[in-house]
């Protein structure tokens, strides 16, 4: 990296973690007003940790907004100071002052699709789970989903209630992934779930293989019926036995996924790609929706970039007309981003392709307007 290079580097990256900071507490700032009416029912550790959880996310978000800012701040400065004139009167293009902040945007984006699998997923997770099992007095989160019908991977899930930690009037459904007609039901006085384990007490355990349904005639016989219905059954004959099942989600990711309140989205990219791959119709759009704009956020760090730095040498000499501009751009992204999404759910763009707009457009636009760039 040319020293030039570095000094442009060197005078962006404070600027850009400061305005992170900044925009990060901003965002916590928001969602504590938006949820103030609630928080009184949260205990103050609770509360902290809820607000912590969300930083990744909101980072995520911030990294846009920060790198334009602080890009116009310094290259404002540099104006006012004519540094910018004396490079470009020393033959520098503005494309080889600038490579360092390309490759600090080709890294943002990087990082950016990282915690978008790694890190956001988990950490929005742990936003609704630390939110509902702190309201009523703690470990409360299940109490929420009695009476819902709860999908975890091939089982399907249901209670009636919650009681001293235990789900209540339990019934567990999954099918036989050999034999794809045959159905399993079991059902329990209670039971426990914890990780990704639900051990059932006090259970009763019933097959019904659906294949055998053909070898019936029109009008079968109360006996005909029984002898198929249940194929078999499971009976604990001690009312505190138990028996237990791996789920394919945890108790933190059934939480998240099922509670309302408006939190971000705990899945990761991978899991929504899964999700896109078996679903058909507008669920498939609606997943492949949702794909785009996971994987299109990291890259708007880039994106932005790309149009910034073009804006920037103009030479901005007031700080108000940078902050201006960069709110502009910023604001202006996230519409044509939140958009575009809407268009591909409805079908008027291709869904994965719509949250993608706003980033083509501006990396169209930036390379455009770099390339016509002059010496000045």
């Known amino acids: 990296m040319k020293r030039l290079e570095w000094y442009v580097f060197r005078e962006v990256v404070p600027n850009f973690l400061i305005g992170t900071s900044l925009y990060v507490a901003l965002f916590l700032f928001q969602s504590l007003i938006a949820r103030a009416q609630y928080l009184g029912a949260l205990p103050p550790d609770a509360t902290g940790k809820w607000l912590i959880y969300q930083i990744p996310e909101f980072a995520l978000r911030a990294f846009p907004l920060a790198i334009v800012f602080s890009v116009l701040l310094v290259f404002g400065r540099l104006a006012k100071d004519n540094e910018l004139l004396a490079s470009f009167a020393g033959g520098i293009s503005l494309i080889r002052l600038t490579r360092s902040l390309l490759v600090l945007g080709t890294a943002l984006a990087l990082f950016g699709l990282f915690l978008a699998e790694f890190v956001t997923p988990r950490a929005n997770e742990k936003v609704a789970v630390t939110w509902w099992d702190s309201l009523d007095g703690g470990g409360q989160a299940l109490a929420y989903l009695a009476g819902k019908h709860i999908e975890a991977g091939n089982y399907?899930?249901?209670?009636?209630?919650?009681?001293?930690?235990?789900?209540?009037?339990?019934?567990?459904?999954?099918?036989?992934?050999?034999?794809?007609?045959?159905?399993?039901?079991?059902?329990?006085?209670?039971?426990?779930?914890?990780?990704?384990?639900?051990?059932?007490?006090?259970?009763?355990?019933?097959?019904?293989?659906?294949?055998?349904?053909?070898?019936?005639?029109?009008?079968?016989?109360?006996?005909?019926?029984?002898?198929?219905?249940?194929?078999?059954?499971?009976?604990?004959?001690?009312?505190?036995?138990?028996?237990t099942?791996?789920?394919?989600?945890?108790?933190?990711?059934?939480?998240?996924?099922?509670?309302?309140?408006?939190?971000?989205?705990?899945?990761?990219?991978?899991?929504?790609?899964?999700?896109?791959?078996?679903?058909?119709?507008?669920?498939?759009?609606d997943t492949a929706s949702l794909l785009g704009y996971k994987t299109a956020v990291p890259f708007a760090n880039l994106a932005i970039l790309l149009l910034t730095i073009p804006i920037a040498a103009g030479g901005l000499r007031s700080n108000g007309v940078a902050?201006?501009?960069?709110?502009?751009?910023?604001?202006?992204?996230?519409?044509?981003l939140f958009l575009g999404q809407t268009l591909g759910r409805y079908g008027f763009l291709p869904a994965f392709l719509g949250p993608w707009i706003a980033n083509i457009a501006l990396i169209g636009i930036g390379f455009y307007m770099l390339r016509r760039a002059q010496y000045r």
């Open 245 to 285: 099942f791996s789920l394919a989600k945890t108790r933190d990711t059934i939480i998240a996924q099922n509670n309302t309140g408006g939190f971000e989205d705990s899945r990761s990219i991978s899991t929504v790609y899964n999700e896109w791959r078996k679903s058909e119709g507008q669920a498939a759009r």
């Open 323 to 336: 902050f201006g501009i960069a709110v502009l751009i910023a604001v202006g992204y996230y519409l044509a």
């Open 156 to 243: 399907q899930l249901f209670f009636r209630g919650f009681a001293k930690g235990e789900l209540l009037g339990v019934r567990l459904e999954f099918w036989d992934e050999v034999q794809p007609k045959i159905q399993n039901v079991y059902f329990a006085d209670s039971a426990v779930l914890a990780g990704n384990k639900i051990r059932l007490k006090g259970f009763e355990g019933y097959q019904i293989d659906f294949a055998q349904l053909s070898s019936l005639p029109a009008n079968p016989s109360k006996e005909q019926l029984f002898a198929l219905f249940p194929r078999n059954q499971k009976r604990s004959i001690n009312p505190n036995a138990t028996t």
